[in-house]
């Protein structure tokens, strides 16, 4: 897995809040946002408690914490023309804000949407950040929109007042996972009432300067111990000869990752970073392949294919198909293909010399996948961990991902053991997880996604792509589409089985003091 960029240099610094534009929405001016402009409007005062859509509750952030996701989603797939009346919300004696006021509100909200976006959130959750603020602060009725790398939100005060319109456009989306709790945090505090908008503006530019939690080294060791336990997770094996694969596995992976933050100085897309990275684990396997040894070349090339495979995107892809978003799924899961496409390119091409001069990388099958459960299972926590770090996950959340990957890890272990099929196993287990990180995330009022997505790292199906991939090197095109085949199969099995697990959660498990979603005719608009 490349380096990812700091969430902040990602996100754009331009105020487009008070820019009226026709209903269609025309991208503003860029101006600068990251200090406070000298002609911002002073925001309203903290509303009070109840204010907005009871996002926020008078008895303090800790029920907070779980109510504005769950009070969020609900209205969100719920029509536009028939959603609630929020004149009731407003309080007793409460004035509406004015122009000035809604300006400063739907540019906060603008800038909480975009930075979520940034970080890795999927897009409904960045809705419903957006929209909880905008309520919060009696900026209604608004619509948020999102769609892949561009945020949106649009306001009208009454039939007869202009339209409102602001967007940002985000570069580079990537998985920054501290960003995006800080981000939650700062939701939670405001929907529990008690900051004003000019406060919550400050702490906002305060989340957009963080830095990464780990140093590069880290991130560059954390690139090498993936690919080499992954070697263990597969091969099953902890002889002298198993250790030797999992040290090249190791160093392959990481001269892949500095050759990947060499190539992404001249700024070049993502597909050629990829592409880099992916050669020196199949040149290694290559190399293994020419020895009196018996090494199994083919182990650190599957390794090789754990750290790079984009597991977030596709999370977040299937996320958003699932919830309505067509549009932000299919663009995530074309940009997953052509993050396959980089990893394809980088692995076949040194492939094809290989097997043309003689390298034989399929002359020991890899085991079962339960050939050495205790050897098996530490390798997964430890494939976690390294996934986890990789994705900037804050410190204190990383033993609840543990537990999440032990949890996935045993429950497909024990499925295939009893003689499940993999894809099948492989859902169930991320059913367990999805299930168990959104209770995780409900606990700590933060997004789902950090518990979840470094979890699922040792049931990614890195092997069923190698050996799809190096059955086409080899001229078996039945063979290697059967393999990809199985790989997207078990890809979708993770993504979906994630998804219900969350469903699941918010249908039978409502968090406290919750309102059950309203009964509705229609779905969601699609976009």
């Known amino acids: 897995m490349s380096e990812h960029e700091e969430c902040g240099a990602r996100a754009e610094a331009e105020g487009l809040a008070g820019r009226r534009v026709p209903p269609q929405g025309r991208r503003g001016e860029a101006g600068e946002a990251e200090e406070a402009e000298p002609g911002r409007p002073p925001g309203p005062q903290a509303p009070p408690p109840g204010a907005g859509s009871g996002a926020g509750s008078g008895r303090g952030g800790g029920d907070a914490a779980v109510r504005w996701p769950d009070l969020m989603l609900p209205l969100l797939r719920t029509p536009t023309t028939a959603r609630p009346l929020v004149e009731e919300d407003l309080g007793a004696g409460a004035d509406e804000p004015g122009p000035a006021e809604v300006a400063a509100v739907l540019d906060l909200a603008l800038l909480v949407g975009e930075?979520?976006?940034?970080?890795?959130?999927?897009?409904?959750?960045?809705?419903?950040?957006?929209?909880?603020?905008?309520?919060?602060?009696?900026?209604?009725?608004?619509?948020?929109?999102?769609?892949?790398?561009?945020?949106?939100?649009?306001?009208?005060?009454?039939?007869?007042?202009?339209?409102?319109?602001?967007?940002?456009?985000?570069?580079?989306?990537?998985?920054?996972?501290?960003?995006?709790?800080?981000?939650?945090?700062?939701?939670?505090?405001?929907?529990?009432?008690?900051?004003?908008?000019?406060?919550?503006?400050?702490?906002?530019?305060?989340?957009?300067?963080?830095?990464?939690?780990?140093?590069?080294?880290?991130?560059?060791?954390?690139?090498?111990?993936?690919?080499?336990?992954?070697?263990?997770?597969?091969?099953?094996?902890?002889?002298?000869?198993?250790?030797?694969?999992?040290?090249?596995?190791?160093?392959?992976?990481?001269?892949?990752?500095?050759?990947?933050?060499?190539?992404?100085?001249?700024?070049?897309?993502?597909?050629?970073?990829?592409?880099?990275?992916?050669?020196?684990?199949?040149?290694?396997?290559?190399?293994?392949?020419?020895?009196?040894?018996?090494?199994?070349?083919?182990?650190?090339?599957?390794?090789?294919?754990?750290?790079?495979?984009?597991?977030?995107?596709?999370?977040?892809?299937?996320?958003?198909?699932?919830?309505?978003?067509?549009?932000?799924?299919?663009?995530?899961?074309?940009?997953?293909?052509?993050?396959?496409?980089?990893?394809?390119?980088?692995?076949?091409?040194?492939?094809?010399?290989?097997?043309?001069?003689?390298?034989?990388?399929?002359?020991?099958?890899?085991?079962?996948?339960?050939?050495n459960p205790p050897l098996q299972l530490a390798a997964a926590i430890l494939l976690a961990l390294a996934f986890a770090v990789l994705l900037n996950t804050e410190r204190a959340t990383l033993p609840a991902v543990l537990v999440n990957s032990v949890a996935g890890w045993t429950t497909y272990a024990v499925l295939v053991d009893a003689g499940g099929e993999p894809i099948m196993a492989t859902g169930l287990a991320a059913v367990l997880v999805g299930l168990s990180g959104q209770l995780m995330a409900r606990y700590r009022g933060s997004s789902a996604l950090p518990f979840v997505t470094a979890a699922l790292g040792p049931l990614l199906p890195g092997a069923l792509l190698y050996f799809g991939l190096l059955a086409f090197v080899r001229g078996e095109p039945e063979t290697g589409l059967s393999g990809l085949g199985r790989a997207t199969a078990t890809a979708m099995a993770l993504a979906i089985g994630v998804n219900l697990g969350r469903e699941a959660a918010r249908l039978f498990l409502p968090a406290t003091g919750a309102p059950p979603p309203a009964r509705r005719r229609g779905g969601r608009h699609r976009r």
């Open 115 to 371: 930075l979520m976006l940034a970080c890795g959130e999927a897009a409904e959750g960045v809705e419903a950040a957006m929209l909880a603020v905008a309520r919060t602060y009696r900026a209604r009725p608004c619509d948020p929109q999102v769609t892949f790398t561009r945020v949106a939100i649009s306001y009208q005060q009454g039939p007869g007042e202009p339209p409102v319109t602001a967007e940002r456009t985000v570069h580079h989306p990537g998985g920054d996972y501290a960003g995006l709790a800080a981000l939650f945090r700062l939701v939670t505090e405001i929907t529990a009432g008690g900051l004003a908008v000019d406060a919550a503006h400050r702490r906002l530019r305060a989340v957009r300067r963080h830095r990464r939690h780990y140093p590069v080294w880290a991130l560059v060791l954390s690139s090498g111990l993936l690919a080499g336990v992954a070697t263990l997770l597969i091969g099953g094996r902890a002889d002298a000869r198993a250790w030797l694969v999992f040290v090249c596995a190791v160093v392959a992976a990481m001269a892949g990752n500095r050759l990947a933050a060499l190539v992404g100085r001249h700024d070049l897309p993502e597909f050629y970073r990829i592409a880099t990275a992916a050669t020196p684990a199949a040149v290694v396997g290559i190399l293994m392949s020419f020895n009196q040894l018996h090494l199994r070349g083919s182990v650190v090339i599957t390794g090789g294919l754990y750290a790079l495979l984009p597991g977030w995107p596709m999370v977040a892809a299937v996320q958003d198909g699932l919830a309505g978003f067509y549009l932000t799924a299919a663009a995530r899961l074309l940009e997953v293909l052509y993050l396959l496409a980089g990893v394809v390119v980088g692995v076949m091409s040194v492939l094809y010399v290989g097997v043309n001069n003689g390298a034989d990388l399929a002359a020991q099958s890899v085991p079962t996948s339960l050939s």
